[in-house]
């Protein structure tokens, strides 16, 4: 018997899933090109791109790895580099391209390797070589295949990366990162391998968040900042440890995101989120002030958007004769894609459309932005999508998604998942609880250990908002839905308000505190007991939290996805839940990828996923 190798068509919804996305884009040296990635087949890969003014070009792809090859940057001799992990373990090895041969410059696959700056010496990168808690920071001298690393930094605690490197590369400017509230920023003598605390004095024990943008000059620095503010302002720190406002900028009303520039031209660009849209604005910046102020006029209303390691951590850059701004922007009905700006004459164009797959995208919906007053009076967003078509009698049914992070926003962006449910008949909830980016300090640490349910309990919250006021969803049919962070969420929403839910999706889920911080890789503990409470001293509120305690409340049925190489929540997260519900007799399915981490990263595994909890919410919803 002969088997057919027809391939069988992807159907409407599987096609959702598809729609390609392309990100990351970093300048060649000396050429209108840029590198970026897309994953147009099925997983991140690196490609190149000629940018010719209104013109369509064809990419060049440049990686063919079976797993994902991401966040790609052109060096200052125009050699590229990028990172690719093995089934999802995010164990980054460093690559480069030599000819048309790809050459690894890092080799220790039990190790995590990050580039974190390019400067005309080399390139900079954090690894866990010799300790797997801590991150050093090493240089690797241009050119890349004819030297070895150097070690510059091995940090006492927090995760340390160089952010900004001196002209004359006798300084490099840190960043420690001590929780999602709080950074500080160091200044490392290179050849002494000396460190000085810029902003320890400053701040004392108050979280406040730092990020180093350029050097004004020799000894000041621009840079963003919630000292003395709610937002993240921009702000001018000097080297002696002073911290100034901007004359001109005024009060801050919304939080600075991400910031580009080049060492050619006096103009910094930066971008605003305002309620998860970008405001993008240039100035030419001196140490008292700043003039030139412009916004960037824009063809649409979108979000200027970024990922890590995982994909691209470059939402924004410029070219280097500082004509070209490259771009990273979304929206709803625009899938993810890099846009160039012409900043002479300020002319917008995609550099390459993505494909839509064979959908029209007029079928793609747009979200409208509410808030609803929780609890204590905090005021809480959330974007809220219905399906095209006609309504249900009682309404549409409805997916609550909620993010992850905690640190971490839902935006008006194009989002494949979103788009699919909606073309499956469900209306979509993305909520933006307490604990949030983008809203300022005081909203994102209203959830901070023993303050964690609060976050729930905003959940809760804006059900109760829809069943009074929102007739297009059907409030006994809710779904609560969420990866990682918002994975916990739809435990903790299941078990602490369990007579709202018809069914929970949790993907790479929290399930019990304790277990999750012995368990997750020993770099990132630390950085996790910030946020949720340490082992040490906050074991009673770890414990209190933690939805495993609680299953015996939980009503709904479960699905359930996890990756196998996940080192930030271990399969043992899902396992022990998983295995709690199904002695207690509760409907519970565990689907598990023994080729993925944190997440799904593979198209043919998102298809596979998503396809599989459609059928089982069209069964049990």
């Given at each position: 018997?002969?088997?057919?190798?027809?391939?069988e068509?992807?159907?409407?919804?599987e096609r959702?899933?598809?729609?390609?996305?392309?990100?990351?884009p970093?300048?060649?040296?000396?050429?209108?090109?840029?590198?970026?990635?897309?994953?147009?087949?099925g997983t991140?890969?690196?490609?190149?791109?000629?940018?010719?003014?209104?013109?369509?070009?064809?990419p060049?792809?440049?990686?063919?790895?079976?797993?994902?090859?991401?966040?790609p940057?052109?060096?200052h001799?125009?050699?590229l580099?990028?990172?690719?992990?093995?089934?999802?373990?995010?164990?980054?090895?460093?690559g480069t391209?030599a000819?048309?041969?790809?050459?690894?410059?890092?080799?220790?696959?039990?190790?995590?390797?990050?580039?974190?700056?390019?400067s005309?010496?080399?390139?900079?990168y954090?690894?866990?070589?010799?300790?797997?808690?801590?991150l050093?920071?090493?240089?690797?001298?241009?050119?890349?295949?004819?030297?070895?690393?150097?070690?510059?930094?091995?940090?006492?605690?927090?995760?340390?990366?160089?952010?900004?490197?001196?002209?004359?590369?006798?300084y490099?400017?840190?960043?420690?990162?001590?929780?999602?509230?709080?950074?500080?920023?160091?200044?490392l003598?290179i050849?002494s391998?000396?460190?000085?605390n810029?902003?320890?004095?400053?701040?004392?024990e108050?979280?406040?968040?730092?990020?180093?943008?350029?050097?004004?000059?020799?000894?000041?620095l621009?840079?963003?900042?919630?000292?003395?503010s709610d937002?993240?302002?921009?702000?001018?720190l000097?080297?002696?440890?002073?911290?100034?406002?901007?004359?001109?900028?005024?009060?801050?009303?919304?939080?600075?995101?991400h910031a580009?520039?080049?060492?050619?031209?006096?103009?910094?660009?930066?971008?605003?989120?305002?309620?998860?849209?970008?405001?993008?604005?240039?100035g030419?910046?001196?140490t008292?002030?700043?003039?030139?102020?412009k916004?960037?006029k824009?063809?649409?209303?979108?979000?200027?958007?970024?990922?890590?390691?995982?994909s691209?951590?470059?939402s924004?850059?410029?070219?280097?004769?500082?004509?070209?701004?490259?771009?990273?922007?979304?929206?709803?009905?625009?899938?993810?894609?890099?846009?160039?700006?012409?900043?002479?004459?300020?002319?917008?164009?995609?550099?390459?459309?993505?494909?839509?797959?064979?959908?029209?995208?007029?079928?793609?919906?747009?979200?409208?932005?509410?808030?609803?007053?929780?609890?204590?009076?905090?005021?809480v967003?959330?974007?809220?999508?219905?399906?095209?078509?006609?309504?249900?009698e009682?309404?549409?049914?409805?997916?609550?998604?909620?993010?992850?992070?905690?640190?971490?926003?839902?935006?008006?962006?194009?989002?494949?998942?979103?788009q699919?449910?909606?073309?499956?008949g469900f209306?979509?909830?993305?909520?933006?609880?307490?604990?949030?980016?983008?809203?300022?300090?005081?909203?994102?640490?209203?959830?901070?250990k023993?303050?964690?349910?609060?976050a729930?309990h905003?959940?809760k919250?804006?059900?109760?908002?829809?069943?009074?006021?929102?007739?297009?969803?059907?409030?006994?049919?809710?779904?609560?839905?969420?990866?990682?962070?918002?994975?916990?969420?739809?435990?903790?929403?299941?078990?602490?308000?369990?007579e709202?839910?018809?069914?929970?999706?949790?993907?790479?889920?929290?399930?019990?505190?304790?277990?999750?911080?012995?368990?997750?890789?020993?770099?990132?503990?630390?950085?996790r007991?910030?946020?949720?409470?340490?082992?040490?001293?906050?074991l009673?509120?770890?414990?209190?939290?933690?939805?495993?305690?609680?299953?015996?409340?939980?009503?709904?049925?479960?699905?359930?996805?996890?990756?196998?190489?996940?080192?930030?929540?271990?399969?043992?997260?899902?396992?022990q839940?998983y295995?709690?519900?199904?002695?207690?007799g509760?409907?519970?399915?565990?689907?598990?990828?023994?080729?993925?981490?944190?997440?799904?990263?593979?198209?043919?595994?998102?298809?596979?996923?998503?396809?599989?909890?459609?059928?089982?919410?069209?069964?049990?919803?």
């Open positions: 018997m002969y088997l057919s190798s027809v391939v068509p992807p159907t409407r919804l959702y899933l598809a729609i390609e996305t392309a990100g990351g970093s300048w060649h040296p000396i050429s209108d090109r840029i590198a970026y990635v897309s994953n147009v087949t991140f890969q690196v490609y190149t791109i000629q940018v010719i003014k209104q013109s369509a070009v064809f060049l792809r440049i990686t063919y790895e079976e797993d994902r090859c991401t966040d940057r052109y060096m001799d125009g050699s580099v990028f990172c690719k992990d093995c089934r999802g373990n995010e164990n980054f090895q460093i391209i000819g048309e041969e790809v050459v690894w410059l890092t080799s220790s696959p039990e190790a995590k390797h990050l580039p974190t700056y390019s005309k010496r080399g390139l900079y954090i690894a866990n070589l010799s300790n797997s808690s801590r050093d920071t090493y240089r690797l001298n241009l050119p890349l295949l004819e030297n070895e690393p150097d070690l510059l930094l091995e940090p006492d605690e927090g995760l340390v990366t160089v952010r900004l490197v001196s002209n004359d590369e006798k490099a400017v840190l960043d420690k990162d001590i929780g999602a509230s709080q950074q500080e920023l160091m200044l003598d050849e391998r000396t460190v000085m810029l902003t320890k004095d400053l701040t004392g108050r979280p406040t968040r730092w990020e180093a943008i350029r050097f004004l000059g020799r000894e000041h621009l840079v963003t900042t919630d000292h003395n937002f993240n302002r921009l702000a001018v000097s080297l002696s440890g002073d911290v100034m406002p901007i004359p001109g900028l005024g009060k801050p009303k919304y939080e600075v995101e580009t520039w080049v060492a050619e031209s006096e103009y910094t660009y930066w971008t605003y989120n305002d309620e998860g849209y970008s405001a993008i604005y240039r030419r910046f001196k008292d002030g700043v003039d030139a102020v916004q960037v824009t063809p649409y209303r979108w979000a200027v958007v970024s990922g890590d390691e995982r691209f951590n470059r924004i850059s410029m070219s280097l004769d500082a004509r070209f701004l490259a771009l990273t922007v979304s929206s709803p009905t625009m899938p993810t894609n890099i846009w160039i700006c012409d900043v002479t004459d300020g002319d917008m164009w995609e550099v390459s459309p993505v494909s839509l797959c064979g959908l029209n995208s007029r079928d793609f919906v747009d979200c409208t932005l509410h808030r609803v007053k929780s609890f204590d009076g905090v005021s967003p959330y974007f809220h999508y219905v399906p095209l078509g006609r309504m249900p009682r309404g549409w049914p409805a997916i609550f998604m909620i993010h992850g992070g905690p640190e971490s926003q839902k935006r008006p962006e194009f989002d494949p998942v979103i699919f449910w909606l073309c499956a209306a979509v909830v993305t909520p933006n609880i307490r604990g949030s980016t983008g809203y300022g300090k005081t909203y994102l640490n209203l959830d901070d023993d303050k964690r349910l609060g729930i905003d959940i919250e804006i059900v109760t908002h829809i069943k009074q006021h929102d007739y297009e969803i059907d409030i006994s049919r809710l779904v609560v839905f969420g990866g990682s962070y918002g994975g916990f969420a739809v435990l903790s929403a299941m078990t602490e308000y369990p709202i839910w018809k069914a929970g999706v949790d993907i790479v889920g929290i399930s019990n505190f304790v277990t999750f911080l012995q368990n997750t890789a020993p770099w990132r503990r630390k950085l007991e910030a946020e949720y409470g340490s082992l040490d001293h906050d009673e509120t770890l414990i209190r939290i933690s939805p495993i305690h609680k299953v015996d409340k939980i009503q709904a049925p479960l699905f359930i996805i996890q990756g196998d190489n996940d080192e930030r929540v271990p399969l043992s997260e899902s396992l839940i295995e709690k519900l199904r002695l207690r509760i409907p519970v399915k565990l689907l598990r990828y023994a080729d993925e981490g944190h997440g799904l990263a593979k198209l043919q595994n998102r298809i596979d996923a998503w396809t599989k909890v459609l059928q089982w919410l069209e069964e049990v919803v």
